[in-house]
Nanobody, 126 residues
Framework: QLQLAESGGGLVQPGGSLRLSCAASGFNLDNYAIGWFRQAPGKEREGVSCISRSGTRFNYGDSVKGRFTISRDNAKVYLEMNTLKPEDTGVYYC?????????????????????WGKGTLVTVSS
């Protein structure tokens, strides 16, 4: 079965840090550009960050620039989240887009995102 799985979410105080991971089963992440998205209660899913197949191109949403860092290795994609704020609370999803473009960075929700994980909950609260 082909699927993505996120891990690393949890409850953290404002100013704290978390590291999310995204792993694939049944397929090779090397062929995919990866995006991280989040959805807060009552809001639409929004793009947080993305990374290309090459790992050399990445983008960040304005609200997380300077605080979040995306990276990847042969097996997983990571989202390092620092200086967390209550408004970062939400379910975080990773999604994969198969592409031959080594520099494609899927920063918005669209039909080309072939696989989605079930999400991991991040709660930032004191």
């Amino acid at each position: 079965q082909l699927q993505l799985a996120e891990s690393g979410g949890g409850l953290v105080q404002p100013g704290g840090s978390l590291r999310l991971s995204c792993a694939a089963s049944g397929f090779n992440l090397d062929n995919y550009a990866i995006g991280w998205f989040r959805q807060a209660p009552g809001k639409e899913r929004e793009g947080v960050s993305c990374i290309s197949r090459s790992g050399t191109r990445f983008n960040y949403g304005d609200s997380v620039k300077g605080r979040f860092t995306i990276s990847r290795d042969n097996a997983k994609v990571y989202l390092e989240m620092n200086t967390l704020k209550p408004e970062d609370t939400g379910v975080y999803y990773c999604a994969a887009e198969r592409t031959t473009n080594w520099f494609l960075c899927p920063s918005t929700v669209h039909s080309g995102l072939e696989y989605w994980g079930k999400g991991t909950l991040v709660t930032v609260s004191s």
